[in-house]
């Protein structure tokens, strides 16, 4: 733990966002590390892509204004955020902005528009005219460029985003109950983040943004905002809402800066802002820049082409501490021990370990995504499963853990061998936490799904790779945050996890006992140790989920029956695999027999994507782990969003949808079924 904290203190000491000269600085120091004679790794070596980044205008500084009929200026964001450590007096902080937010200034009333949901919009809409109007919206519910992209669809020309003390702090929001005295977010912490659906490089989707790379046009980026948004603090924010004129915005739409939420458009006869407009003013500049991964092996001593990937990001909007320095503070822990024991002799892995430092993950998993373009055939043949610790503490309650079902299996085993402060195992911890129960293994640990909101995402949905992502987090029934306070803020520092987040850094030691548990179990194991009966389990909650469209699927003469005919097949070749691995004998066990039943265990979530299933999203191969874009069924997603498109229009064409969509679902069971059945039958 001590080592960890120590790790942490250096990582964070200054803000670092990619390609800064601190990111660069941490680029040497991790290469240092593992080229370390002593406790260093095989190779260790930087990996640089050109890639497209976005960054504030240091001498034209974006801006929210209020301004009067006159011209004069009654009110201006702040520039950045308080100095309440010193910190915050870095003269290299990046200063409160939107990656990819287009620049522009626009002018028009001022609208509370909630979460910039499209049926926030709708429900404004059918009251006020929204053309030219500017809305101000809070985090949360959604991804924050689409809170933009919602906002142009029905007229509005800017947008203005801040964190909700309801939705961030458990309501408190005076400087008393806030950071430094408390983990909550302070008045004037403002959340940065990258504004575009899509990851990896804009400008090379598929492949690596290298200098020789063909780039697309600009005005060809799909999937970002044409409206220029900036982010501003609550107390700004405050500022701006308790004077909206118009109607009282619904009981769901209220919040916690101490006033009623009015919905605009505009602000209140005879106070401060009447008759006055607010003008945002975003200066952004768009540039390529070079930006390194950094590449740690350990060369496996019996089976060297495959591979076990462990990673995390490098990159912070600012000194980073929680988001993401606390997993690579752990993952230096762990490369410090197994390099140790590398290095004296005493250890080599059955299977390559490849760690990964990623850069540029803030900008939309940019280090990850160009690693798995540069490397997609060979990373798609080989390598066994990806480990991502980013956060790696969020809060000091309980593990928490998302995951495809193949990892459940080796994470409850390492949770049970790593002990918390009070002397239960992590996994009972856990289990008491967030549970659920299943038909296999009775009350177990809740794993939650995977989507796009770190570097597991290309692995994933790209690749089809086993993913799982670990980290410590809070106890929900003691806070409704929806993220950690200090999230993307001047106010993630060491000082902050030190004092608020992990005093003792003892949860920053369980994740590193389990991860790295994890990690020996995957590179030593004989036999992979990954579940394929799991995922029946899903199946079947799939299933049932999509039965409630039969009713009307049986009007366009479409059945759901070949689908559970799939999922029974793909459950009894689970089954049959399972009792082949829990009765091999020792005269079973030749290099090739276990090479045999390995691959298809490693090669099962590959069998569950197809590269056509979404044809119109960037990435997104699998066909059960894709977001969804319009549905809340938690079923197959492109079966789910078919199905609510088809429902809305009720056109004969949107409805084959449903029927192309449900034939790629049936499709892809098969196809993990025929992996796991014996490899001679057809």
Known sequence: GERIRDNLRILSVKPHFATSEADESLVQLLLSRWNDAKIGLDEAKEERYHVFLSFPDKNQPNSVKVLNQDGTTSFTSKEKESELTTDQTDPNILQPFLAYAPNGTVKGQLVFANEGRISDFQYLAASTNLNGTIAIVRYGGIGRVNKAIN?????????????????????????????PNSWYMPPSGVERGSFKENFGDQLTPYYPAKEFTYRIPESEIKGISH????????????????????????????????????LGPGFRPALNFCFSEVQVNVYNKRTIRSSANVMGLIRGAVEPDRYVIYGNHRDSWVHGAIDPSSGTAV??????????KLKSGEWRPRRTIIFGSWGAEEFGLVGSTEFAEDYYSKLRERTVAYINVDISVFANATLRVQGTPPAQSVVFT????????QDLTVYDNWRSHSNRSSALHGVIPRIGTLGIGSDFAPFLHYLGITCMDLAYTYDTKLTSARIYPAYHTAFDT???????IDPGFTSHQMVARTAGNVLLRLSDSLLLPLGARDYGETLDEFYTQAERFQTNLSKYHISLEPLKQAINRYKAAAESLEETIKNLSAKDMSPLKIRMINDQLMLLDRAFTNSFAFPDRLYFSHVL??????????????????????????LRHDWDLVHHQLTIAIQAVDNAASTLEVVTKL
């Not at 669809?153 to 929001?173: C, H, L, R």
């Not at 982010?231 to 009981?251: H, K, M, N, Q, V």
């Not at 993952?331 to 140790?340: D, N």
């Not at 060491?494 to 608020?500: G, K, L």
Request: hydrophobic share 35%; glycine share 10%; proline share 7%.
């Open 151 to 179: 906002a142009a669809k029905f007229g509005v020309i800017g947008v203005i985003i801040y964190t909700d003390p309801k939705d961030i702090n458990d309501g408190k929001s005076s400087p008393s109950e806030t950071y």
């Open 227 to 262: 409206i220029p948004a900036q982010p501003i603090g609550f107390e700004d924010a405050r500022t701006l809402i308790c004077e909206l004129d118009g109607p009282r915005a619904p009981d769901n739409w209220q919040g916690g800066l101490g006033c009623d939420y009015n």
């Open 331 to 340: 993952m230096l822990e762990i490369t410090r021990i197994l390099g140790g």
């Open 414 to 421: 390492a949770s049970k061998e790593v002990k918390t402060p």
């Open 494 to 500: 060491f000082d902050y996890a030190d004092r608020h």
């Open 625 to 650: 782990w894709a977001t969804r874009l319009s549905s809340s069924v938690a079923t197959f997603p492109g079966l789910a969003d078919a199905y609510q498109t088809a429902i809305e229009s009720d």
